[in-house]
């Protein structure tokens, strides 16, 4: 309410509404606020009068919030009461990688969330906005008529572009990611809007958000950053985007740059003096280009890593002269050529489908104990494979006594990772391998972990004797909360078994 405004509410309260009626401007103001203009004017005055004060008492304008009308009751059922316990233990973090197995038994049974904990998971997807993301469609409606009603929940439904604004970075990026997966031109626009008041520690991420629904529009904007950011590191990861992009400028002239001057590697007879023949000078275009984005320590032997980054970038059938079985052949016979086995994996397994997944789950069989297969070619290999494939890799990596030593071991790290259910197999070849040591490590508790909450229960009870504390007297208490996991997950499917 402006000055104007003002005055006229207190010459009207003093006159009275019969000497004085509202005008005009004042009902309007009334409308604006919500307030109900078929009441008797002088009671409106005092209603004015009342909004007027607390505004001024604010020092903010006053915006109305429309009333919600409350929620029809929800078609789904009532969870049974026992749902709130689980809830419970899990939301206060005893049990907290139990909560999606909990939502997808609600989702799968057609149960609604116990009500009396919807504060409480509204609460915590203020706080985390993946969190939200999870239980969204097991909140409505009644979750949403209940958020509308508090301001600080209310947000989590209007998804406000305010965040990508104002909002905290872990919630800008969230929203980015979601946004791009709904709109993605809108996310684009949003990005290059803000792009140069970006921190330059958050540049690359907000980057690969972009590898979501990637596509020809994006490539002017890539272009621009790679042309002109003053930074390696976004430079770098524009190209790597660029390169993706099927019909990229960049894709054609480093595609056809590979065939023309780099293809005749792997038929070289040693790969030093090929590449000093290929490539003399560092700044001859395009090379220079892609030098500058090189670390620093693979500068040096600029030749080979550059090499190296687009045997990795570009798919192998555009660039590499023969099959993926001669390809491997050549890794395995050719010792100079073995340091590009890597990045020929990771181009595979980025770009190269079933048919070079099946070549080199094929050569991994064949070449098991070779030094080709360094923990990351082998992780690249595994994170790339449908899950009952890595599943039987898992099993036959597990098959050596020496698989679990190491924390940085690949069928350590893709096991933690590996959130899919464990099949009876993966689950006893992990078992095989608790009594080749004595104590666990930290390693081996999160892995014990990550087992009890995505084995099938009746699979842990079938494989106790292997499990047994009376065996492994020094897993005794990690082996006790392994079952009391175990236990917590059957009472849970038991709930629902109605």
């Given at each position: 309410?402006?000055?104007?405004?003002?005055?006229?509410?207190?010459?009207?309260?003093?006159?009275?509404?019969?000497?004085?009626?509202?005008?005009?401007?004042?009902?309007?103001?009334?409308?604006?606020?919500?307030?109900?203009?078929?009441?008797?004017?002088?009671?409106?005055?005092?209603?004015?009068?009342?909004?007027?004060?607390?505004?001024?008492?604010?020092?903010?304008?006053?915006?109305?919030?429309p009333a919600v009308e409350p929620a029809p009751p929800p078609e789904n059922a009532p969870a049974p009461t026992v749902t709130g316990k689980f809830f419970e233990r899990i939301l206060t973090g005893d049990h907290g990688p139990a909560l999606d197995e909990l939502l997808a038994l609600l989702q799968h049974r057609n149960f609604r969330l116990p009500p009396e904990y919807l504060p409480l998971l509204l609460d915590r997807s203020v706080q985390d906005s993946a969190f939200f993301a999870k239980i969204k469609a097991l909140l409505s409606p009644l979750g949403e008529w209940l958020a509308a009603q508090h301001p600080h929940w209310r947000p989590l439904y209007e998804q406000p572009e305010q965040i990508w604004w104002n909002g905290r970075f872990a919630d800008r990026l969230r929203w980015l990611l979601d946004t791009r997966a709904r709109n993605p031109i809108l996310a684009l626009a949003l990005l290059e809007k803000s792009w140069k008041g970006e921190k330059p520690e958050h540049k690359v991420r907000l980057l690969q958000a972009l590898q979501t629904r990637l596509g020809p529009l994006d490539e002017d904007f890539l272009e621009k950053i790679l042309l002109n950011d003053k930074r390696r590191e976004p430079r770098l990861a524009a190209l790597e985007l660029l390169l993706q992009?099927?019909?990229?400028?960049?894709?054609?002239?480093?595609?056809?740059?590979?065939?023309?001057?780099?293809?005749?590697?792997?038929?070289?007879?040693?790969?030093?003096?090929?590449?000093?023949?290929?490539?003399?000078?560092?700044?001859?275009?395009?090379?220079?280009?892609?030098?500058?984005?090189?670390?620093?320590?693979?500068?040096?032997?600029?030749?080979?890593s550059a090499t190296a980054f687009l045997l990795s970038s570009l798919p192998p059938v555009d660039i590499l002269p023969s099959s993926p079985e001669q390809m491997l052949q050549i890794m395995e016979g050719e010792k100079a050529m073995q340091p590009l086995f890597r990045n020929l994996v990771y181009g595979a397994v980025r770009y190269g489908g079933t048919e070079w997944q099946s070549a080199l789950l094929r050569f991994r069989a064949r070449t098991a104990e070779s030094s080709l297969w360094d923990g990351e070619a082998l992780l690249m290999l595994l994170q790339s494979l449908p899950d009952a494939e890595?599943?039987?890799?898992?099993?036959?990596?597990?098959?050596?006594?020496?698989?679990?030593?190491?924390?940085?071991?690949?069928?350590?790290?893709?096991?933690?990772?590996?959130?899919?259910?464990?099949?009876?197999?993966?689950?006893e070849a992990f078992a095989a391998r608790l009594p080749d040591f004595t104590y666990p490590q930290e390693h081996h508790?999160?892995?014990?972990?990550v087992a009890a909450y995505h084995c099938r229960p009746a699979d842990a009870e079938a494989l106790r004797y292997?499990?047994?504390?009376?065996?492994?007297?020094?897993?005794?208490?990690?082996?006790?909360?392994?079952?009391?996991?175990?236990?917590?997950?059957?009472?849970?499917?038991?709930?629902?078994?109605?």
């Open positions: 309410m402006n000055t104007r405004e003002r005055n006229l509410l207190v010459r009207t309260a003093l006159l009275g509404t019969a000497r004085a009626p509202l005008p005009a401007e004042l009902l309007a103001r009334a409308h604006g606020w919500g307030l109900p203009t078929e009441v008797e004017p002088a009671r409106l005055v005092l209603d004015l009068l009342a909004m007027a004060a607390v505004q001024h008492k604010a020092g903010a304008l006053l915006t109305p919030v992009i099927p019909e990229s400028r960049q894709r054609s002239v480093w595609t056809a740059f590979f065939r023309e001057r780099l293809a005749g590697i792997f038929d070289a007879e040693a790969p030093e003096p090929f590449l000093k023949k290929q490539l003399p000078e560092i700044g001859e275009a395009p090379v220079g280009t892609l030098v500058a984005l090189l670390p620093e320590n693979e500068v040096k032997n600029w030749r080979m890595r599943d039987d890799l898992l099993v036959r990596l597990l098959g050596h006594r020496n698989s679990l030593v190491q924390a940085a071991a690949p069928e350590v790290r893709a096991l933690l990772e590996f959130t899919r259910p464990w099949s009876y197999a993966l689950l508790r999160a892995l014990l972990l292997q499990f047994d504390p009376g065996r492994l007297p020094g897993w005794r208490h990690d082996l006790s909360r392994f079952y009391e996991v175990v236990q917590f997950r059957r009472r849970m499917h038991a709930a629902f078994d109605l």
